[in-house]
């Protein structure tokens, strides 16, 4: 049984269109504060293994603006809860390039290692290079013992815009995809662009190919 470490239950329900039977675990794990997505959840589903000494998954999810340097990224839900979405769209307005992309990273721990990749191998992400089975950009932040995390990326690019739509949570209503914002979609109309459906694609096909669970 896989177990997503979650206090969303939408999330379970989209994972479970993925990966099958999902059960769900509620754990306050320590979310590390970082400009990296991989390192946080990284983070988060060693402690949350540690925990539940089974298989576990986390996710971390942020908005990256492009005229913002990739700005707020992982600082996206201090930023929607302190800033605002609106604000957001302000700040974006007069700038030429309204460029933007949701990513969500997935992290599964199993206390296992893997044959192929090391630890914190960022699915989806051909350039990233690797040192002693952890990324560059992380490798200090593995100590020894650690057990080792796979990451999958999910991304979707869109386009910050006025606010529209009365769906959908956090940025949805200001990001647009393919004509639509985020917040106009259905659930289902979502879920099937979703950047975290997209990582949690590339964890199931991975999890079938290895037979991990």
């Not at 707020?72 to 979405?85: A, D, K, T």
């Not at 995390?149 to 200001?174: A, C």
Request: glycine share 14%; charged share 30%.
């Amino acid at each position: 049984m896989l177990t997503f470490v979650t206090t969303n239950p939408g999330k379970v329900h989209e994972a479970e269109e993925y990966l099958g039977s999902v059960e769900q675990f509620d754990f306050d794990y320590t979310e590390v504060q970082g400009e990296d997505l991989g390192t946080i959840a990284a983070h988060g589903a060693r402690e949350a293994y540690r925990e539940a000494g089974e298989p576990v998954i986390v996710d971390d999810s942020g908005l990256f603006v492009d005229a913002f340097d990739g700005f707020p990224g992982p600082y996206s839900s201090y930023v929607e809860s302190h800033v605002g979405i609106e604000r957001v769209w302000r700040l974006t307005e007069p700038e030429d390039d309204h460029g933007a992309k949701f990513r969500t990273v997935v992290a599964y721990c199993d206390g296992e290692g893997f044959d192929a990749g090391g630890a914190d191998r960022r699915e989806g992400a051909p350039n990233e290079r690797t040192v002693s089975g952890a990324s560059r950009a992380r490798a200090d932040s593995v100590r020894d013992g650690d057990p080792p995390v796979k990451i999958f990326e999910g991304v979707v690019p869109g386009t910050i815009v006025e606010p529209r739509g009365d769906g959908g949570f956090g940025y949805d209503p200001i990001f647009e995809h393919d004509g639509t914002t985020f917040a106009e979609m259905d659930t289902e109309e979502k879920n099937a662009v979703s950047h975290r459906g997209r990582a949690l694609a590339k964890l199931g096909d991975w999890l079938d190919e290895t037979g991990r669970v």
